[in-house]
């Protein structure tokens, strides 16, 4: 899961990968993991209030499990400095088998039901209901990190390889 904004400033002061604009965001907090290669902001929309955190990880090149557990550890340092309660997955970590099962779920669901290319947005509701049925008995965090990548990949926005191995 990464976002970034173009923007008239670098508002969060963690560097160039998060950037907002701060005529619209006042930056609350931040920080990153593993020498940057992770990284996060706190930030509140000034026109209503809302908070947000908005990710980045920088896991080109890495093995598709090992880009995995950086969102984890990303994941794990944003939540710990949250002033604002955040969803967490139940389980354990998924064990690299149970994540690429995941994603084969994910785009059997895909293929199954969407044209190839259909937007990421789209698809979201009918991934996550397929993988809560799955994992009913065995959830495990991460199932909504091998959605995500499984949606990307379909719709064309992420290169296969970022998949596990074996699912592509």
């Given amino acids: 899961m990464a976002a970034s904004f173009s923007a008239a400033a670098v508002a969060s002061g963690i560097g160039g990968d998060l950037q907002l604009d701060p005529t619209k965001w006042s930056i609350l907090a931040g920080g990153s993991v593993d020498d940057g290669r992770g990284a996060y902001v706190h930030a509140r929309r000034l026109h209503d209030g809302s908070n947000s955190t908005f990710v980045v990880e920088h896991d080109a090149g890495l093995p598709a499990y090992q880009a995995f557990l950086l969102h984890e550890r ?7 400095t949250s002033t604002v309660p955040v969803r967490r997955e139940p389980g ?8 690429a099962q995941a994603e084969k779920v994910a785009l059997a669901t ?42 990307f990949v379909y719709a064309g926005i ?11």
Avoid at 74 to 80: E, V
Avoid at 114 to 125: H, K, S, V, Y
Avoid at 158 to 168: A, I, N
């Fill in 92 to 99: 354990e970590l998924c064990a690299p088998a149970a994540l």
């Fill in 158 to 168: 992420q290169p296969p390889s970022t998949l596990m191995p074996g699912v592509r």
């Fill in 74 to 80: 990303t994941l794990a340092a944003a939540q710990s």
């Fill in 110 to 151: 895909l293929r199954s039901g969407f044209p190839e290319g259909t937007g990421a947005d789209a698809t979201r509701t009918a991934v996550d209901a397929s993988l809560q049925a799955t994992f009913a008995n065995a959830p495990c965090r991460g199932l909504d990190y091998a959605g995500e990548q499984a949606r």
